[in-house]
């Protein structure tokens, strides 16, 4: 595709239930991230993918949070028994090498996620 | 915890008027990164800054990366109300391999 997909664009799900959102990087990106952005707040490192390696989960919350990436494409951010303050909107971010320090990500639409 | 601050959060300004957002970090940057996120988008990359003091332009904008890179500045001259939006900055943190992105400055211009 063009660009990063992210579906669904928004989700609303009851305190305690299970979330996958899923994230379609730009095509040949060896590069993939996930944000959490609060409103009002920048982008929040989350985890970070190269290929189907997980690099980098420093910054999940919690283990309620989990991500894969199995066949270095198409990943998936899982929230098991959210809780309110999971609310916020979930970026996915691209880049096309591994060379993190020089790439420009390119971010999708981002996955708006309520928690009532 | 944070480690990138940007001021102001918001900016209102009259269209024609300049605009000015700062970046801080509390330590050495290796790169930063400037994004713009309208509203109800994502974040789209706009420059990189790489070298210590380095100054980049791109028509009306102006980027500047410090000289100890851990600073720095996009200045908007006479702008439009094509310019609405909120502008991150992003560092790349030596050491810690991942980007951290400021609060964000929140631009918006009465025409």
């Known amino acids: 595709g063009a660009g990063v997909s992210q579906s669904p664009r928004y989700k609303v799900a009851k305190r305690g239930q299970d979330v996958a959102l899923r994230c379609d990087p730009i095509?040949?990106?060896?590069?993939l991230f996930w944000y959490q952005q609060a409103l009002g707040q920048g982008p929040e490192f989350l985890t970070y993918f190269q290929n189907e390696a997980q690099l980098d989960k420093s910054g999940l919350p919690s283990d309620r949070f989990f991500a894969e990436r199995p066949e270095g494409s198409v990943s998936t951010l899982k929230i098991q028994r959210t809780q309110q303050e999971d609310s916020a909107v979930y970026l996915c971010a691209s880049s096309l090498t591994g060379h993190l320090s020089n790439q420009p990500q390119h971010f999708g639409d981002g996955t708006r996620l309520s928690i009532l | 915890g944070q480690q990138v601050m940007q001021i102001p959060q918001y900016q209102h300004v009259q269209e024609g008027e300049d605009f000015t957002t700062y970046c801080n970090s509390s330590t050495t940057l290796s790169n930063i990164q400037w994004y713009k996120q309208r509203p109800g988008g994502h974040p789209v990359f706009l420059i990189q800054l790489v070298k210590s003091g380095e100054v980049k332009k791109q028509k009306r904008l102006t980027f500047q990366f410090g000289e100890a890179k851990k600073n720095s500045s996009l200045h908007i001259t006479a702008t439009q109300t094509t310019d609405v939006g909120t502008y991150f900055c992003a560092g790349f943190i030596q050491g810690a391999q991942k980007l951290v992105f400021g609060q964000g400055t929140r631009l918006t211009i009465n025409p």
């Open positions: 095509s040949g990106h060896v590069s």
